[in-house]
């Protein structure tokens, strides 16, 4: 038996993320995965920890992702490339936005602040995966 993983060029085209970006959520995703332990754990001092301070990573991730986008569209308008430019740049976007409402939503659920219910708090991930299948086709 054979186990395949993604390439890095499947994992970019898939998600439509640069190799730096899929480097920066790879990042957040491992350090966030550590607080999340830590803090389900109930290590003294990490146990008391607010949700908030556990999505920290994911957050900053996404925002360092925006803010290479801008500058990636930028330079991709100022040498005249504005379709592929708006192309990318949109779906990066909206891929960051659905991810990010999640995070914000997933996060409210556990601190107990908010009355979605599970499938509504889902809901942004459902949306992107649905569009990144209609993507990859």
């Given at each position: ?16 993320l640069?190799?730096?970006e ?5 990042l957040?995703?491992a350090l ?12 003294s ?18 925002c ?8 990636v ?7 005249g ?11 990066t976007?909206?891929f ?5 409402i ?18 509504e ?11 990144t299948?209609f993507r990859?086709?």
């Amino acid at each position: 038996m054979t186990i395949m993983f993604f390439t890095l060029k499947e994992a970019s085209i898939w998600t439509g993320l640069s190799p730096f970006e899929l480097l920066w959520q790879t990042l957040a995703v491992a350090l966030f995965s550590v607080l999340l332990a830590l803090k389900t754990d109930g290590v003294s001092q990490y146990g008391d920890m607010s949700w908030t301070k556990v999505f920290v990573p994911l957050f900053v991730a996404n925002c360092v992702n925006a803010y290479f986008i801008a500058i990636v569209f930028i330079r991709s308008v100022l040498t005249g490339q504005v379709k592929k430019a708006l192309q990318r740049s949109g779906w990066t976007l909206v891929f960051l936005a659905l991810l990010s409402i999640y995070h914000v939503l997933l996060c409210q659920k556990l601190q107990g602040t908010s009355d979605f219910s599970h499938p509504e708090t889902m809901a942004p991930l459902f949306i992107l995966l649905v569009l990144t299948v209609f993507r990859s086709r």
